[in-house]
């Protein structure tokens, strides 16, 4: 299998692009079902969990293509394909995020039938949400042998109220109802760069949505949506990802196709930690330096601290004087890179949903395990700056969400290499 190695200590240098955004790509794909016509969509990563929602997309009788530029061609032909609507446990399985097909298959072909996606490292990961925003537009639901099993006569337009914020459930109760008959509208809706793109691309494609952006999303039903020309967001995520690896290395990097407005509590830590970040128009530059200071963080739904963050911000602190605290909010279990840090020498203890670091003058590199996307990309981080050799195994977690994420690290001055 393979392992990713990094000698640490370089600094980084040089400027990287960031790729569309992973998580606005999947629901987008998924909504694809609900179009007459063709839809272009650019700026798709080239990433496993791509390949994984066009096989399911393909599964359900889309036609997916893809351009020289990476472009995606999606077609769904109307009329076509009705007995098709099951998301089987073999693709489910490899990717939690195909539950976001469940929404426009119930919407489109009136049935939706998807493997009930499992918890997974990160935490519990129920959809008690997302089975009550369809139920409450007119579906029923039932969990048998191992599937949502959803059918639908009508959808018909009514007010959901969340009792928490889920990216995916507002994902998928928004699909469904920008095709049923009168208004819906979801109090407490997500309101992610990702669920905005999604609801944008929708509008692009004649859905009438308000309320992009806030907590109160408001769906007039139309008739028929059609096929269009989309690019998707960079990835937040990704840019993040890479900030850091410039403030942990003590680097100066500079980011093209970075949106620095969807990373206000992102930068803004990092500037509370020392780290000196500048943007415009679609450029975010950062230069590292030797005097950070350690923080408290906590995770929380946009526009707060991502959780999709936390692992790196992790990956950071353990090198920062002091000592610094991390509250996730999202999803309180985690942490179990927290475990793979400590074998590097970082001093973290974890107390419940808190992560309590002190920080170390240095890491040490030795064999690591990723858990999860995330988590792979604190590893990284820390193999970056850690003393001597860092040898990551279980690197298919990474490749789930970052497009070649060593070549790109290495074309920056890191010495990384895939093996
Ligand atoms: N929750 C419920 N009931 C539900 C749904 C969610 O209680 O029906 C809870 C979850 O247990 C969690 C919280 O609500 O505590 C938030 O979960 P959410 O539904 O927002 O997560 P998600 O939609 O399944 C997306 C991203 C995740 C990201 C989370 C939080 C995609 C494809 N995935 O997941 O991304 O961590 O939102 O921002 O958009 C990743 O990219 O590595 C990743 C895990």
């Not at 009514?158 to 009168?182: H, R």
């Not at 410039?246 to 780290?275: F, M, P, Y």
């Amino acid at each position: 299998m393979d392992k990713i190695v990094i000698d640490g200590g370089n600094r980084l240098e040089g400027s990287v692009r960031i790729n569309g955004a992973k998580n606005a790509a999947l629901p987008i794909m998924a909504a694809c079902l609900l179009l007459h016509g063709p839809s272009r969509i650019k700026g798709i990563p080239n990433i496993v969990d791509i390949q994984t929602q066009s096989d399911i997309l393909r599964n359900l009788g889309g036609e997916v293509k893809k351009a020289e530029d990476g472009t995606l061609e999606i077609l769904f032909r109307d009329g076509e394909n009705n007995d098709k609507f099951t998301a089987p446990y073999e693709l489910v399985r490899k990717m939690r995020a195909s539950i976001c097909v469940l929404g426009p298959l119930l919407s489109k072909r009136r049935r939706a039938k998807v493997s009930y996606p499992g918890g997974c490292v990160i935490g519990q990961r129920p959809i008690d949400l997302h089975i009550k925003g369809l139920t409450a537009l007119g579906a029923q639901i039932e969990t048998t042998e191992g599937y949502v099993n959803a059918s639908a006569d009508r959808l018909i337009g009514t007010k959901i109220s969340f009792t928490g914020k889920t990216v995916l459930g507002t994902c998928n109760v928004m699909t469904a109802a920008v095709l049923a008959e009168g208004t819906t509208t979801i109090e407490y809706a997500a309101c992610e760069p990702e669920v905005q793109d999604l609801a944008n691309f929708l509008n692009k494609a004649g859905a009438k949505i308000t309320g992009i952006g806030e907590n109160k999303l408001i769906i007039e039903g139309v008739q028929e949506l059609h096929g269009v020309d989309y690019e998707i967001i960079p990835d937040r995520i990704e840019a993040g990802t890479f900030i850091i690896a410039g403030a942990i290395t003590k680097g100066n990097i500079t980011l093209e196709n970075a949106r620095a407005e969807h990373l206000g509590a992102v930068i803004d830590k990092l500037q509370e930690i020392g780290v000196e970040i500048t943007a415009s128009d679609n450029t975010i530059t950062v230069k590292g330096n030797d005097a950070y200071h350690a923080v408290d963080l906590m995770t929380l739904p946009y526009p707060g601290m991502p959780t999709d963050m936390q692992a790196q911000f992790m990956a950071l602190l353990s090198v920062v004087e002091g000592k610094s605290i991390i509250s996730e909010k999202i999803f309180p279990d985690r942490f179990i890179h927290a475990a793979e840090l400590r074998r590097m020498g970082a001093d973290i203890r974890v107390d419940g949903p808190s992560a309590i670091i002190r920080g170390t003058p240095f890491l040490s590199g030795t064999e690591v395990m990723i858990s999860d996307l995330r988590a792979g990309a604190g590893l990284v981080l820390a193999g970056l700056v850690a003393k001597g050799t860092t040898q990551i195994h279980r690197i298919y977690h990474l490749d789930r969400g970052y497009e070649r994420l060593e070549e790109r690290l290495s074309r920056l001055g890191a010495a990384i290499k895939r093996m």
